[in-house]
């Protein structure tokens, strides 16, 4: 078979870059490992994740959050069964939507594992071990990444679990040891929590959310330990062992100190992830390499011709929609178009409650960085609509060019922030300031208006505060 383009990896990456470019007229093959398309996102990533986190925010709204609305209902109870239910038929139905889509742009689907042979040569090779050779004049690496490993920890995904066995918990663990306080170990710890279970989080560096700007990081620590949760910051797991029907994790302080031990039902590890670059012949093509991932130029190519690489194998924030862009963008290069991705507008969202959002810089990076800036902050608590609907936590904050008043980052913490957020980053796209945001006319009552009333905080003239 001969192709313009084959693709190895079916997820975001990958599937949306096969139907961009079926869409500009390429003939388009995708070579899938897993059984179903759309990768770690659609399958064990993205999608089961928020099925779960809605779900269970549901069950804790109606355990506390409905009766001083004046909504009185009786205690909810879990019906475990269902709730994987909800969360497998949501995974089953964004993945078959995947398959409808190569149908329909006419994008062949082959379900194998793909390695490179030589440059335009790519070998699928079956569960039954039968290898099909594909010819092609370019070839897309989107192979994704896998789960980092916790030395001497080993994951058996019953007991000492990854994000994967976390989604399909039997029951609802009695306590449950996250290391790592990123994003996985919050939202998949908020999971469970809600639905009962004790959680103590591990994390080696003295904060949460690394990454994400410090004073939103602070004041969501002081928000989920409202909720329950236990934080043992600056700490590391040293080891973890079977003790029962559970587990016991031995900590001790980063810094060295005294150990202590932890007992669980379940530990989850979640800390960090890895590009998935095994078996693809990658060494023997000389494809080279950047700290264990794919190296590639800003139009996604490898040092050897007619190899592309986008996603989680390259660098970058490790994000669907950063690879689904790639995707974009990578096709319309192979069209002969000028494809382009602005890393400086990519979104970053917590799916927890409240929910954080993130886009550009944050204060931390324009200290290092020696830019004068300003700073507009609106609470919450000063929105009506926020407490209409008892959902005053947090507060938005915009960061701004002290010279030029051009907006260059913005951090929500509050309900719904992870929809707010792309009005900052619509205006950052356009090069938009501060005053541009402040003069928008926004709706009342919106949760939407703290963001327009921050921006006008840039300037010291918000009205509600
Ligand atoms: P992947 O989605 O990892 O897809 C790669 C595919 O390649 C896989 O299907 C794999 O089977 C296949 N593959 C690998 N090697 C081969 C081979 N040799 N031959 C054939 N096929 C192969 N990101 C967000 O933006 N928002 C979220 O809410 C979010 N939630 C997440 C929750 C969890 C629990 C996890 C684990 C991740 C989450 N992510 C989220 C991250 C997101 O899933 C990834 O950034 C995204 O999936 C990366 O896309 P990709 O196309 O690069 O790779
Ligand atoms: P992460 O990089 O977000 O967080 C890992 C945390 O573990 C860090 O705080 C780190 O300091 C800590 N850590 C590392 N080694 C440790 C150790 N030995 N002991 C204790 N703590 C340790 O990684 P995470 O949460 O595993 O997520 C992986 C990727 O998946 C992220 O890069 C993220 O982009 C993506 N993802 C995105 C989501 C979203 O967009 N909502 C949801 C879930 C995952």
């Known amino acids: ?61 109606a355990n506390h959050g409905m009766a001083p609305l004046g909504v009185v209902v009786a205690a909810p109870t879990l019906d475990h069964a269902a709730l994987m239910k909800h969360k497998d038929d949501t995974v089953a139905a964004n993945v078959n939507g995947v398959a409808y889509l190569f149908k329909k742009n006419k994008v062949d689907s082959l379900t194998g594992e793909g390695s ?25 690496i989107a192979t994704g990444s896998d789960v980092a490993k916790l030395p001497g920890v080993e994951i058996d995904e019953t007991t000492v679990v990854s994000s994967t066995g976390a989604l399909s918990l039997p029951k609802v663990p009695r306590k449950l040891i996250v290391v790592g306080a990123g994003v996985i170990g919050l939202e998949l710890g908020s999971v469970w929590r809600r639905l009962g279970a004790e959680v103590t989080v591990v994390e080696f560096l003295d904060r949460i959310l690394p990454g994400m700007d410090g004073e939103v990081a602070k004041q969501f620590q002081r928000l989920l330990e409202k909720q329950g949760f236990a934080f043992h910051l600056g700490h590391k797991v040293t080891g973890v062992e079977k003790a029962g029907e559970g587990v016991r994790a031995t900590i001790e302080p980063a810094a060295g100190g005294e150990a202590k031990v932890l007992d669980a039902d379940v530990v989850l590890v979640a800390i960090g992830r890895r590009p998935y670059t095994h078996n693809l012949g990658l060494e023997a093509q000389g494809v080279a390499m950047d700290r264990g991932m794919i190296a590639v130029d800003q139009h996604f190519a490898t040092n050897v011709p007619g190899i592309y690489a986008i996603g989680d194998v390259v660098r970058g924030p490790m994000l669907a929609h950063k690879a689904e862009d790639e995707g974009v963008a990578l096709a319309e290069i192979l069209a002969g178009q000028a494809g382009h991705v602005n890393y400086d507008v990519i979104p970053g969202v917590v799916y927890t409650s409240p929910e954080i959002a993130s886009v550009g810089k944050t204060e931390e990076e324009l200290k290092a960085a020696g830019v004068a800036y300003k700073i507009g902050k609106f609470p919450f608590t000063a929105n009506g609509r926020a407490r209409a609907m008892r959902h005053t936590d947090g507060f938005v904050k915009i960061l701004a060019d002290a010279a030029t008043d051009r907006v260059l980052g913005a951090h929500i913490v509050g309900f719904g922030a992870g929809e707010m957020i792309h009005e900052v980053c619509v205006l950052m796209e356009f090069g938009g300031s501060a005053e541009d945001l402040a003069r928008t006319c926004h709706a009342h009552p919106t949760m939407s208006e703290a963001v327009k009333e921050a921006a006008m905080a840039v300037d010291k003239r918000a009205i509600h505060v």
């Open 116 to 140: 490179i042979r030589s440059p335009g040569k790519v070998v699928v090779k079956g569960e039954d071990g039968n290898e099909k050779l594909l010819e092609t004049k370019a070839i897309v």
């Open 1 to 61: 078979m001969s192709y313009d383009l084959v693709v190895i990896g079916a997820g975001p990456g990958g599937y949306v870059c096969a139907i961009r470019a079926a869409q500009l007229g390429l003939k388009v093959a995708v070579v899938e490992k897993r059984k179903t398309l759309g990768g770690t996102c659609l399958n064990i990533g993205c999608i089961p994740s928020k099925a779960l986190l809605y779900a269970s925010e549901m069950f804790e709204e």
